[in-house]
């Protein structure tokens, strides 16, 4: 039954699964540096300065301390729910990735062996994506439960009414994807953005932008950030859900919300900005599948390679703009007030929604 | 392989099905509901349609579940609470209804030859299939469930308006 081709699957398997976890892993150490000095240089101060230049090291100074603090479990919890839940955050927001393709297939050099540049192309991969990112809120819900306390119970049943209103606007906007891409595939939806930027779905006028818009109040939403932050709002929550959690719990879940912020950036390129094709064709001809059928020699197998990895510099790129837009619209704008917040997912972008749904439909036909 | 798989999924499925009920405290029970429902959908990908799969977890794990925990956290179930919500005389009623519905189940499964049950031929079943089969074949149920859902939508709103004045 195992014979070696199979293992050798089996193998690239893993190591596309261990590079993306271990990538998804230190991505928040960087973020969390540039995030506080993001947030220095708007309020016109320095941010973090003293650990190494221009504290670059703080990052690491964090994790020692978190690392270090006592994990406290409060003594009326539900303690197996309690410990429980941090992961069950972590959990789905690194599954998502398993769909998430971050460029075509690739030709490692000498070897003629293709190799996908992501780890799994689902036929319903748009769904799955929705589905798994929907879970990553039980950790909050039971988060929030399990301390036994009323601000962190709040905030847990706020974060769950405010998921679930932002998820049908979502939902909604990535079915205004689909009808633009006509696929499921998430591959096959950047596939359907190539040649130049006027054909990615943003640039679908009039509805792209509008799609746009709605996907990315709803991933804010979505990922607890300000202007959406109301799970832990600490002006009347203490600091929500995680009032009570402590040392490497903690860290855990502002983890899962970094990677949520990774998550929803990459969904918006993929989605609206075609992914890893670069914005306009280059005159030499590097884009993969032309590069990809030159055979034979160093040449070409250095062209193959940098065709290979051309895009993935396109798609870092374009997500990094996304990031920093995130960190950027914390420190600028104030909190929606919790009713504000629920008038906005329900009485705006529903109907909004709703009415492109329709307009999309019939530029479609 | 596939059995294997099988097995693991319909054994953890079975025994949090039992911890649903089980459970005493309801949290923990919608803890169960979660993992055995996510089972089911695991089941449905050995059966190659990933559609069903994922539409699953989404209804149902991921919007479904969230409103029974939001309820079963807002309310204080105690035992005072349920008594006034579910009195004993109408206990008897359940305990009457339950060996019913057994029977029932009982009836429809063992009525039932599996035959030609199992994954489909073919490989997956696509999303396009399903969605033609939908709007083709089985458009006048597909609309009738959609007006059902409408209906139940504006009813549960006009109950809750109601409480409100």
């Given at each position: 039954m195992l014979d070696s081709a199979l293992i050798l699957e089996?193998?690239?398997?893993?190591?596309?699964?261990?590079?993306?976890?271990?990538?998804?892993?230190?991505?928040?150490?960087?973020?969390?540096?540039?995030?506080?000095?993001?947030?220095?240089?708007i309020q016109v101060r320095l941010g973090p300065f003293r650990v190494g230049p221009h504290g670059v090291l703080q990052p690491l100074a964090d994790m020692i301390k978190m690392l270090l603090k006592e994990?406290?479990?409060?003594?009326?919890?539900?303690?197996?729910?309690?410990?429980?839940?941090p992961i069950m955050t972590l959990v789905p927001t690194f599954t998502v990735f398993v769909a998430i393709p971050f460029g075509d297939k690739v030709r490692i050099p000498f070897t003629g062996r293709e190799v996908a540049l992501y780890i799994s192309d689902m036929n319903v991969a748009v769904l799955?994506?929705?589905?798994?990112?929907?879970?990553?809120?039980?950790?909050?819900?039971?988060?929030?439960?399990?301390?036994?306390?009323?601000?962190?119970?709040?905030?847990?049943?706020?974060?769950?009414?405010?998921?679930?209103?932002y998820e049908v606007a979502m939902s909604f906007a990535v079915i205004g994807v689909v009808m633009l891409s006509n696929s499921l595939s998430l591959v096959e939806i950047v596939k359907s953005q190539s040649g130049g930027f006027l054909h990615w779905n943003f640039f679908y006028l009039p509805v792209g932008p509008l799609w746009f818009i709605i996907f990315i109040i709803a991933g804010f939403a979505e990922t607890n950030r300000i202007p959406f932050d109301m799970p832990e709002d600490e002006g009347s929550l203490g600091a929500g859900y995680h009032v009570e959690y402590s040392g490497m719990r903690f860290a855990y879940y502002m983890l899962a919300e970094y990677v949520a912020m990774v998550t929803v950036s990459v969904l918006a390129v993929i989605f609206f900005f075609g992914g890893w094709n670069p914005p306009f064709n280059l005159p030499f001809h590097l884009t993969g599948e032309t590069a990809m059928f030159v055979n034979g020699g160093w040449n070409a197998e250095f062209l193959n390679l940098l065709a290979a990895v051309i895009p993935l510099f396109w798609f870092a790129g374009k997500v990094a703009v996304f990031i920093y837009s995130f960190?950027?619209?914390?420190?600028?704008?104030?909190?929606?007030?919790?009713?504000?917040?629920?008038?906005?997912?329900?009485?705006?972008?529903?109907?909004?929604?709703?009415?492109?749904?329709?307009v999309t439909g019939f530029m479609r036909i | 392989m596939e059995r294997l798989f099988f097995l693991i999924f319909a054994s953890v499925a079975v025994v949090s099905a039992l911890c649903v009920v089980l459970f005493r405290n309801p949290v923990r029970s919608a803890l169960a509901l979660m993992l055995c429902l996510l089972q089911v959908a695991c089941v449905f990908v050995l059966l190659r349609s990933p559609f069903l799969a994922v539409v699953q977890v989404f209804v149902y794990v991921g919007a479904v579940m969230v409103l029974f925990l939001f309820v079963v956290m807002i309310l204080d179930i105690r035992q005072a609470e349920l008594e006034a919500f579910f009195p004993p005389r109408n206990r008897w009623l359940m305990y009457a209804?339950?060996?019913?519905?057994?029977?029932?189940?009982?009836?429809?499964?063992?009525?039932?030859?599996?035959?030609?049950?199992?994954?489909?031929?073919?490989g997956e079943t696509k999303v396009e299939v399903i969605g033609r089969a939908l709007f083709t074949e089985y458009l006048l149920p597909f609309e009738v469930v959609s007006v059902l859902l409408l209906v139940a939508m504006v009813g549960a709103i006009v109950m809750a308006k109601k409480r409100w004045d």
């Open positions: 089996l193998a690239i398997m893993f190591i596309k699964v261990f590079v993306v976890g271990s990538v998804l892993f230190a991505l928040p150490i960087p973020l969390t540096w540039l995030e506080r000095k993001v947030a220095g240089h994990d406290i479990v409060p003594e009326k919890a539900d303690k197996w729910l309690f410990r429980l839940a799955y994506i929705l589905a798994i990112s929907g879970l990553g809120i039980y950790g909050i819900i039971f988060g929030g439960w399990a301390s036994n306390s009323k601000y962190a119970l709040l905030g847990g049943l706020r974060s769950a009414a405010q998921m679930i209103s960190m950027w619209i914390r420190f600028t704008l104030p909190r929606y007030r919790y009713d504000q917040l629920m008038r906005i997912g329900w009485r705006v972008l529903i109907p909004l929604s709703m009415v492109n749904i329709l | 209804i339950i060996p019913v519905i057994t029977f029932e189940f009982l009836l429809v499964i063992l009525g039932t030859s599996f035959e030609g049950f199992g994954p489909g031929a073919g």
